[in-house]
T-cell receptor, first 111, second 112 residues
């Protein structure tokens, strides 16, 4: 299973765009990249998933370069409610049920 | 609304006792998972199940047991063999291995 590395913490002011980068140097050909958000004492919530290039949904964008050895989660105009831990996961397709959640990136949004 | 329900939200256990955490889903998902989270840490996989009547050990299965008699239910028993059971336990489900997980709201277990 591909290991991921992401910053332990980040601070941002309200209204700014936040980019959280995740490194996954040994990502396999059939691995997907998935990001989750977790608030204290709650279960993680799926944010976005991608395989290559760029994926965008109503809450975030995910940028994946051609070599797929890293990915960047982009949160536009963050608010205080975006303060949470963000996890980057890399997992293969069919047959891989053992996704590993690292310590994630604790994002603190400052007023 | 479809989702995953974990109960109870808070649970206290005396040392030496077994305790069972409930996890029910009405999403018609085939796969279900149990994770443990300690303060300031990520999630560690305890057990997972791909289909009914089948389950596999995760990274930290020692001291835990599960069953999957129904598609909707995946209860976790924390046995007395688990030496440090105080933690936040999360149940999740997914359609398949490459799909996003849906998590429950968690059960916080404290040994007193």
């Amino acid at each position: 299973l591909a290991k991921t590395t992401q910053p332990i913490s980040m601070d941002s002011y309200e209204g700014q765009e936040v980019n959280i980068t995740c490194s996954h140097n040994n990502i396999a050909t059939n691995d997907y990249i998935t990001w989750y958000q977790q608030f204290p004492s709650q279960g993680p919530r799926f944010i976005i998933q991608g395989y290559k290039t760029k994926v965008t949904n109503e809450v975030a964008s995910l940028f994946i370069p051609a070599d797929r050895k890293s990915s960047t989660l982009s949160l536009p105009r963050v608010s205080l409610s975006d303060t949470a831990v963000y996890y980057c996961l890399v997992g293969s397709g069919a047959g891989s049920y053992q996704l590993t959640f690292g310590k994630g990136t604790k994002l603190s949004v400052i007023p | 609304d479809g989702g995953i329900t974990q109960s109870p939200k808070y649970l206290f256990r005396k040392e030496g006792q077994n305790v069972t955490l409930s996890c029910e889903q009405n999403l018609n998902h085939d796969a279900m998972y149990w994770y443990r989270q300690d303060p300031g840490q990520g999630l560690r996989l305890i057990y997972y199940s791909q289909i009914v009547n089948d389950f596999q050990k995760g990274d930290i299965a020692e001291g835990y047991s599960v069953s999957r008699e129904k598609k909707e239910s995946f209860p976790l028993t924390v046995t007395s063999a688990q030496k440090n059971p105080t933690a936040f336990y999360l149940c999740a489900s997914s359609i398949g291995s490459e799909d996003g997980y849906t998590f429950g709201s968690g059960t916080r277990l404290t040994v007193v």
